[in-house]
């Protein structure tokens, strides 16, 4: 019998800093196995800079510092010795705007696993469906493989964009917002995919669209101006939140 791989995730008193401005404020949350977080706030409180801390995409940016740690089965992702490539293969991303590679469908899945040394044309065919069949993607491509991904929709083309973050086989999957550019038909396919994605991953999910947090995640963390003011259950903080911002927040009062 197969058992199921257990991966353990967690910040501990994470800061992220712009120069001097400090846009996350030491925030130390866990991210449990096959369950979906959202983290939720207005705009500009730190939830995308917290999310591309969490596989190092903060190091693009020449002016961003941590402090604090973010731990992936008791190894410090920031530490020297980390191999950003293989963090990003066990942290995946999925970002707002799809962004397919100009290449052909087959290709954008198959550019991962080639880079990770796979070279087997049947190996390379096999992680190409089964990427496309976990991103409920497979039976509307597999006849057009050798197509040009542009050649896609918006909602195809981000649902591509997950099946190219599966095929290097990730256990953790970070999403901004990864429906926000969708119309609302390819936003409940994302939707339904993110829920059966989580039996097998841990998700964290960037959105403003409280409904889509309360339909889909487990947890739901709420940030204001770079803190973390409450995290629960995410029917807790949609029935009975502890704090009166988070329900104002949520009720659509402000933000
Ligand atoms: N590259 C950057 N350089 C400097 N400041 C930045 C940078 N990216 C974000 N910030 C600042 O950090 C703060 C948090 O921004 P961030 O994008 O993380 O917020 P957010 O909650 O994701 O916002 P939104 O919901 O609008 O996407 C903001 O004040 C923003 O202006």
Redesign the pocket.
Known sequence: MQTMQTTSFRTEHLS?F??Q?E??KNISLNFPEQSVTA?I????????????SLNRM?DE?S??KIKGRIWIDGVDINDPSTDVIQLRQKIGMVW?KPNPFYKSIYENIAFGPKYHGIKNKKQLDEIVESSLRKAALWDEVKDRLKQSALSLSGGQQQRLCIARALSVNPRILLL??PASALDPVSTSKIEELIVELKKELSIVI?T?NMQQAARISDYTAY?YL?TLMEHNETEIIFTNPDNAMTQEYISGRFG
């Open positions: 992220v712009y120069g401005y846009a996350v983290l706030g207005p705009s500009g409180c730190g939830k995308s800079t917290f999310l591309r903060n940016i002016q961003a707002q901004d917002e960037v403003h940030f770079g």
